[in-house]
């Protein structure tokens, strides 16, 4: 597994952890308060969402109480989540109606944010914004709006190929009434007489969790055993002995991008259920079946970005450090001293917050609620502390910090 290193990723987040978000609005609204902001915070939260302020999009006790006292008292903080799915104003907007806590775009990470800095590269080589590219995952095709939100001009989904020719994956039939509610025509269809003038793809995009697991990893499996990704096509590099990786992905195959690792994440039913780092397994496992994998020197290389990267949390922190200073001013232009990450996943947010290292000096604090995805029992990353639940943990920080309501 590669983490913002290979392909097109530019350095992915070390480039946009300098950069402004480019989906938020930045301003002092986001942190209005009833009040006069006379004390400047050093220190910030940063929140998991499902499993700390939701349950399968259920308050959970203490959560609008919690986010509230920090608005009121201009305490910054962001909400940093793996999930995704849909837009971050969107996104943002279903939060705040659900915990009637009124909240602004430029708090909120989701794990396919850094997407969009992917739209225009360094030159117009590297840009995508004018390529076609496969996005993967969420309901429908709202994946594919939130990427032409981004600025992608051309995104085709798995169930546009499908509906196109239903016999790349014969078993997807059962489908076609959902997929026919969003496809849209290829903008090359395969030629089945000369796959070479095929569908070509630049780059692929796993947005959020796959719904259709069996059609994506056909899809994707076939992109990536491609010559220069055109679908329908075979690389005659593939399992050369003379070529770097057995000659797998040596033959401008398209760069496959993951948003989320998470193997679980908590939902509605009573036990963690799989996440996008499932399906990113299943395809690790398909891939060496059909290749031999890393142990035959055929190695799936992939980007992956999410929680607990390194620079997730760059780029998080210095969201959190924009927001303070457009709250507070000039004042506030200094690092902040602590951190609280407060999430469920010892997996992701704990082990995130733990191997953190901060390029501005900040202390990150990992703080593990039970209202998630942990159940009990020795995590597999060890908090600074377990508490009951998001108000516990905010109350923890405030005390910590020495901070007098």
């Given at each position: 597994?590669?983490?913002?290193?290979?392909?097109?990723?530019f350095?992915?987040?070390?480039?946009?952890?300098?950069?402004?978000?480019?989906?938020?609005?930045c301003?002092?609204?986001?942190?209005?308060?009833s009040?006069?902001?006379s004390?400047?915070?050093d220190?910030?939260?940063?929140?998991?969402?499902?499993?700390?302020?939701?349950?399968?999009?259920?308050?959970?006790?203490?959560?609008?109480?919690?986010?509230?006292?920090?608005?009121?008292?201009?305490?910054?903080?962001?909400l940093?989540?793996?999930?995704?799915?849909?837009?971050?104003?969107?996104?943002?907007?279903?939060?705040?109606?659900?915990?009637?806590?009124?909240?602004?775009?430029?708090?909120?990470?989701?794990?396919?944010?850094?997407?969009?800095?992917?739209?225009?590269?360094?030159?117009?080589?590297?840009?995508?914004?004018?390529?076609?590219?496969?996005?993967?995952?969420?309901?429908?095709?709202?994946?594919?709006?939130?990427?032409?939100?981004?600025?992608?001009?051309?995104?085709?989904?798995?169930?546009d190929?499908?509906?196109?020719?239903?016999?790349?994956?014969?078993?997807?039939?059962?489908?076609?009434?959902?997929?026919?509610?969003?496809?849209?025509?290829?903008p090359?269809?395969?030629?089945?007489?000369?796959?070479?003038?095929?569908?070509?793809?630049?780059?692929?995009?796993?947005?959020?969790d796959p719904?259709?697991?069996?059609?994506?990893?056909?899809?994707?499996?076939?992109?990536?055993?491609?010559?220069?990704?055109?679908?329908?096509?075979?690389?005659?590099?593939?399992?050369?002995?003379?070529?770097?990786?057995?000659?797998?992905?040596?033959?401008?195959q398209?760069p496959?991008?993951?948003?989320?690792?998470?193997?679980?994440?908590?939902?509605a039913?009573?036990?963690p259920?799989?996440?996008?780092?499932?399906?990113?397994?299943?395809?690790?496992?398909?891939?060496?079946?059909?290749?031999?994998?890393p142990?035959?020197?055929?190695?799936l290389?992939?980007?992956?970005?999410?929680?607990?990267?390194?620079?997730?949390?760059?780029?998080?922190?210095?969201?959190?450090?924009?927001?303070?200073?457009?709250?507070?001013?000039?004042?506030?232009?200094?690092?902040?001293?602590?951190?609280?990450?407060?999430?469920?996943?010892p997996?992701?947010?704990?082990?995130?917050?733990?191997?953190?290292?901060?390029?501005?000096?900040s202390?990150?604090?990992?703080?593990?609620?039970?209202?998630?995805v942990?159940?009990?029992?020795?995590?597999?990353?060890?908090?600074?502390?377990?508490?009951?639940?998001?108000?516990?943990?905010?109350?923890?920080?405030?005390?910590?910090?020495q901070w007098?309501?």
């Amino acid at each position: 597994m590669q983490s913002f290193s290979m392909g097109r990723s530019f350095s992915l987040l070390r480039r946009l952890s300098s950069s402004s978000f480019p989906v938020t609005h930045c301003g002092r609204r986001a942190f209005q308060t009833s009040r006069s902001l006379s004390r400047v915070p050093d220190f910030a939260f940063a929140f998991d969402i499902d499993g700390v302020f939701l349950r399968s999009a259920k308050p959970i006790p203490g959560a609008a109480e919690s986010l509230a006292l920090l608005k009121q008292q201009g305490i910054p903080f962001i909400l940093l989540t793996n999930g995704g799915g849909k837009h971050e104003t969107e996104r943002v907007a279903e939060i705040s109606e659900k915990l009637r806590v009124p909240l602004d775009p430029s708090l909120i990470v989701q794990s396919h944010s850094p997407f969009a800095e992917l739209v225009r590269g360094p030159d117009e080589q590297s840009s995508l914004e004018n390529k076609s590219v496969l996005v993967v995952g969420g309901d429908g095709d709202s994946c594919r709006q939130v990427a032409e939100k981004y600025g992608f001009k051309n995104v085709i989904t798995p169930g546009d190929i499908f509906m196109a020719n239903p016999a790349i994956w014969p078993f997807s039939k059962v489908f076609h009434d959902y997929y026919e509610q969003f496809a849209r025509p290829l903008p090359n269809p395969m030629d089945p007489t000369d796959p070479t003038k095929g569908l070509k793809v630049d780059a692929i995009f796993v947005f959020n969790d796959p719904r259709d697991w069996a059609l994506d990893t056909q899809v994707i499996l076939d992109f990536l055993l491609s010559s220069q990704g055109v679908l329908g096509t075979i690389s005659d590099k593939n399992g050369r002995t003379d070529l770097p990786n057995r000659g797998f992905l040596q033959d401008g195959q398209p760069p496959l991008y993951f948003s989320n690792p998470d193997l679980w994440w908590a939902a509605a039913y009573h036990l963690p259920r799989l996440g996008q780092g499932g399906f990113r397994e299943a395809l690790d496992g398909t891939w060496a079946a059909v290749t031999g994998g890393p142990s035959k020197g055929a190695e799936l290389k992939k980007t992956v970005i999410g929680k607990p990267h390194q620079g997730t949390y760059e780029f998080a922190e210095n969201q959190m450090r924009r927001n303070r200073l457009q709250a507070f001013g000039p004042t506030a232009d200094t690092p902040l001293r602590n951190v609280y990450m407060v999430g469920d996943n010892p997996e992701s947010d704990i082990q995130g917050a733990n191997t953190y290292r901060s390029p501005h000096g900040s202390k990150w604090h990992s703080l593990l609620v039970r209202t998630g995805v942990y159940n009990g029992g020795d995590p597999a990353w060890t908090p600074e502390s377990i508490l009951d639940d998001v108000k516990k943990a905010v109350e923890y920080g405030l005390k910590a910090s020495q901070w007098k309501v």
